[in-house]
């Protein structure tokens, strides 16, 4: 066993060679007995497991789950008939609101035929050239 991975196992498992996996850890211990390395490895991961186990975790309050069921229920009414009586506009409102100015935009770009012509006037085009490109011995245009 390398070092590499021997490190991933204390990095997985903790320092203890109690609870690394069986397959792995006769190979180990048999490098931590050969490896100064490895077993600074190994006191360095019992000092990490150490104050990891001395941590407290903030304490949670249990979750009532009947009591969030009631409170989800006794409202249930009150949202659905505010949903029937406001004014809610159904998903497809925006999307085809968008689609329709985008549309319309199109078609007024189109109908005025807005020419939007480079800032140089003196430019040379291409059609200047495309008399004198041949391809092959016959032109193909």
């Not at 407290?56 to 309050?61: A, D, F, K």
């Not at 998903?91 to 012509?117: H, K, M, R, S, T």
């Amino acid at each position: 066993m390398k070092i590499k991975e021997f490190r991933k196992i204390l990095d997985a498992y903790g320092a203890d060679p109690d609870r690394w996996p069986e397959a792995v850890r006769a190979q180990a211990r048999a490098l931590l007995e050969q490896s100064m390395p490895a077993r600074r490895l190994q006191e360095e991961t019992r000092a990490l497991d150490t104050l990891l186990d001395r941590s407290t975790l903030p304490s949670r309050e249990r979750l009532d789950s009947a009591a969030l069921a009631e409170s989800i229920t006794s409202r249930g009414p009150a949202i659905r008939q505010a949903g029937r009586n406001g004014r809610a506009i159904s998903l497809g409102w925006p999307n085809f609101a968008v689609l329709a100015a985008a549309a319309a935009a199109g078609f007024l770009i189109g109908w005025f035929a807005i020419d939007i012509e480079p800032a140089d006037t003196d430019a040379v085009t291409f059609s200047e050239f495309s008399d004198d490109i041949v391809i092959g011995e016959e032109s193909l245009w």
